[in-house]
């Protein structure tokens, strides 16, 4: 029998591990194939993977109620669970598992706003993986201070929090069980397998403590060691420490300035929603627009319904309402999606831009839509989110259509010295349909 279990993964994710000389056995659950029946785990499986949040059967609490007893004895005795938690309910987790103290399945996090323990073992595979977490829930109810990563239970022992939300609470962990581990991890969708396929690579010990070095011989000791030797060993250890601190003052530096500007920008990429319009508000400030007015700001005290995001005013040495009615308009709508952008996303552009016509009684106007779309996919990897047709109707209309990767693309040439925050407001103004740089 298999000494890998993968509970609830495709076959096509087991036979991708199987090609890789992994000795791998899958199985379902019922929460999965939305049937009745035992669970039978195999008892020479060493390590088991599950992926939680199958919807066939969710509301049934009580299926599998039994697994947890016998798995939980072979946890004691070091076998390893592994759990991705995509979404279902909480006894889709503790019938397997076993109970745990506090445990739920509750509000998934979006993934900019996890932060990772960077003394646990997982950092290096959670830093790999970060852009791909698709669901990353929160396991318990309360939260805690930064720099707490650790909860005593009376009935489970101590939970260590191997990431949290940025408000504290946990949304990975992990419960050791005599020599066995349970370890409850986010669900990075797709790439679940490759996470898989790096813990069985790197033998990671998922949490343990790192293992201890292996002791030196005596004879390496201070009390045998000549004076030549001795400062020797004393040189390298001052510049051991002379570049630990190197080391150190660029960690400093590289945090200020992701901190400094970097990261807001980077929120082009990935953010979504309030997070999202800001960040794209902020970046056309910063490309030296005349005036940038963040729509829900300017109409904040006014009862009306805000359909745009923002404009872009030319000239910006006017006042707002003078700019609207006889300045050049360009009017933003900011979207976020895992797919293409829809038709009536697009035809919301001639649309608005009617309707600021007529209230503002001002034809110099132009509407762009400005979409964040796959977002979950690496941003240099994303196609293009506009249909032929959608980006023909655009330029009939006179209107563009925009990525936020776009935008990122052409502030960073700009930054590089390759462009000018001239000529990026330039062609933002002249190019309809889908606007492409020439950078």
């Known amino acids: ?37 035992s669970l039978d785990l195999p008892q020479e499986s060493e390590i088991v993977f599950y992926q939680v949040g199958g919807v066939a059967a969710e509301g049934r609490a009580d299926l599998h109620a039994g697994v947890h007893e016998v798995l939980t004895v072979r946890v004691r005795e070091g076998a390893r669970v592994v759990c991705f938690i995509g979404g279902g309910v909480t006894p889709q987790l503790t019938n397997i ?29 959670f830093e790999r993986f970060r852009p ?70 790197d033998k990671l010990p998922l949490g343990a403590e790192l293992p201890a070095e292996p002791a030196g011989d005596w004879l390496d000791g201070e009390d045998y060691a000549f004076p030549d030797l001795k400062a020797l060993i004393l040189r390298r250890e001052e510049e051991q420490k002379r570049f630990d601190e190197v ?3 660029f ?10 500007g970097q990261e807001e920008f980077h929120r082009l990429l990935k953010g979504e929603g309030a997070v999202l ?14 005036r940038v007015v963040d729509v829900d700001e300017y109409w904040k005290n006014v009862i009306r319904s805000k359909e745009e995001d923002a404009w872009l005013i030319d000239p910006g040495d006017c006042p707002v309402e003078a700019g609207i009615r006889k ?19 697009c035809a919301l552009l001639q649309k608005y831009k009617g309707r600021r016509m007529q209230e503002f009684d001002n034809t110099r106007m132009k509407a762009v839509l400005v979409g964040n779309y796959f977002a979950a996919t690496e941003a240099k990897l994303r196609d293009n989110p506009f249909s032929a047709s959608q980006v023909e109707e655009a330029q009939k209309d006179g209107n563009g259509l925009l990525t936020t990767y ?22 933002i103004k002249l190019k309809t349909g889908l606007i492409k740089f020439d950078i």
């Open 97 to 125: 598992v076993g109970p745990i103290e506090g445990l739920q399945i509750k509000d998934s996090a979006r993934a900019d706003a996890v932060v990772f323990n960077p003394r646990a073992l997982f950092h290096v595979p």
């Open 132 to 201: 791909f977490i698709a669901k990353a829930y929160r396991l318990l109810p309360e939260t805690f201070a930064e720099g707490v990563w650790e909860k005593e239970t009376a009935s489970n022992g101590k939970l260590e929090f191997l990431a949290k939300s940025t408000d504290g609470a946990p949304v990975a962990m992990i419960l050791r069980k005599g020599k066995g581990h349970i370890l409850l991890l986010p669900s990075f969708g797709p790439k679940n397998v490759e996470v898989v396929d790096y813990i069985l690579k």
């Open 251 to 260: 960690d400093r530096q590289i945090k200020e300035m992701k901190a400094g």
């Open 327 to 345: 300045g050049e308009l360009v009017i933003i709508l900011v979207r976020v999606g895992k797919n293409w952008a829809t038709d009536d996303e």
């Open 247 to 249: 080391l150190a003052d």
């Open 277 to 290: 319009r800001k960040a794209v508000v902020h970046a056309f400030r910063y490309l030296g627009w005349g």
């Open 1 to 37: 029998m298999a000494k890998i279990l993968l509970l609830d993964f495709s076959e096509a994710e087991r036979d991708r591990l199987v090609s890789q000389k992994y000795d791998v056995e899958a199985r379902f659950t019922g929460w999965t194939t939305g049937k009745d029946g």
């Open 406 to 427: 776009e935008i990122f693309r052409a502030i960073k040439a700009e930054k590089e010295n390759r462009i000018s925050k001239d000529a990026i407001r330039e062609q």
